[in-house]
């Protein structure tokens, strides 16, 4: 299984910007499709945005699309979520979450960063 620490969180104002990171290890990482998920104060875990093995492929929840994007350097096994024009409704816990390649689910996940957006 491959860990992950994930930083970049804050505090910021509504309309600003944060980029969060999460750094892998233990593991091949260019074998893992990442992913990041959100949860707020009393509400479920949100799926924020997720990105192909290679890349190439990008994928986001409604809420973020068009503010949001992710990005994976396979270089340096990291994946990162910038995110622009926030509101602050995106106030959460984010997590980073791995899916290996031929599974089917989120098998590992990082500790979470915390975002905070001010109106």
């Known amino acids: 299984q491959v860990q992950l620490v994930e930083s970049g969180g804050g505090l910021v104002q509504a309309g600003g910007s944060l980029r969060l990171s999460c750094a892998a290890s233990?593991?091949?990482?260019?074998?893992?499709?990442m992913a990041w998920f959100r949860q707020a104060p009393g509400k479920e875990r949100e799926f924020v945005a997720s990105?192909?093995?290679?890349?190439?492929?990008?994928s986001y929840g409604d809420s973020v699309q068009g503010r949001f994007t992710i990005s994976r350097d396979n270089a340096k096994n990291t994946v990162y979520l910038a995110m622009n024009s926030l509101k602050p409704e995106d106030t959460a816990v984010y997590y980073c979450?791995?899916?290996?390649?031929?599974?089917?689910?989120?098998?590992?996940w990082g500790q979470g960063t915390h975002v905070t957006v001010s109106s």
């Open positions: 979450a791995a899916s290996e390649l031929f599974t089917s689910t989120w098998g590992s």
């Open positions: 990105v192909s093995m290679s890349g190439s492929s990008t």
């Open positions: 233990g593991s091949t990482f260019s074998s893992y499709t």
